[in-house]
């Protein structure tokens, strides 16, 4: 199978701290990550796409400058809300693909700022 | 723009088949049908995908319409671990997943 790790699973911070979201394929090489957004009772929002070694394309809307986006290898990205407000509380769902196009899912992490 | 349209909610009966409809009607030629389905507090599980032929895997089936205008999701029997929230996906090659609202499938025991 295809597993996606993503470290922590839950985290909460006090509002104007920064916090960082790891995500890994474990079992495959991934050269595209994705990084969605999804609030309660709504649908995952795409917040940006990651490729290895280059800078992420963010959706309309998304602030890279307070999402961070680090694609450092091919197993691993890194997700960094910086100066964390009240409103950036969600669950972070991250994704890698595959070469061969199938898309993976990780578990998410639920961030409260408080 | 999800480009696919599924009802909001659908209810089962545990041990019963789910039909899950799903409609693209403005699919074209080399766009995927995927589906992945969501638990509560998890990230999406891939259940099956397909381009033009029916699907058949561990999971479930999918029914793509001769038109592929549409596709149905077909679990077999239904249990109470298969409720979930499902979301039918059209994209091409390379093309970011775009999520809908998706269906909600209630099991009833």
């Known amino acids: 199978g295809a597993v996606v790790s993503q470290h922590p699973s839950w985290v909460i911070c006090k509002s104007g701290t920064s916090v960082k979201i790891e995500c890994r394929s474990l079992?495959?090489?991934?050269?595209?990550m994705f990084w969605y957004r999804q609030f309660p009772k709504q649908s995952l929002m795409l917040m940006a796409t990651?490729?290895?070694?280059?800078?992420?394309?963010?959706e309309q809307g998304v602030e890279k400058d307070k999402f961070l986006i680090n694609h450092a290898s091919l197993t691993l990205s890194t997700l960094t809300v910086t100066s964390a407000h009240p409103e950036d509380s969600s669950f972070y769902i991250c994704?890698?693909?595959?070469?061969?196009?199938?898309?993976?899912f990780g578990p998410g992490t639920r961030l409260t700022v408080t | 723009d999800a480009k696919t349209t599924q009802p909001n909610s659908m209810e089962s009966n545990e041990e019963e088949p789910v039909h899950l409809p799903c409609n693209h009607s403005t699919i074209s030629g080399t766009d995927y049908i995927h589906w992945y389905r969501q638990l509560p507090s998890q990230g999406p599980e891939y259940v099956i995908h397909?381009?033009?032929s029916n699907v058949n895997n561990r999971m479930a089936s999918l029914a793509i319409a001769e038109d592929r205008k549409s596709s149905t999701l077909i679990l077999h029997r239904a249990t109470l671990r298969d409720a979930a929230v499902y979301y039918c996906i059209r994209n091409n090659y390379g093309q970011n997943f775009v999520f809908g609202p998706g269906t909600r499938l209630s099991v009833l025991p």
């Open positions: 990651s490729n290895e070694g280059s800078k992420a394309t963010y």
């Open positions: 079992d495959f090489q991934a050269t595209t």
């Open positions: 994704s890698a693909r595959k070469l061969t196009y199938e898309q993976y």
């Open positions: 397909g381009l033009t």
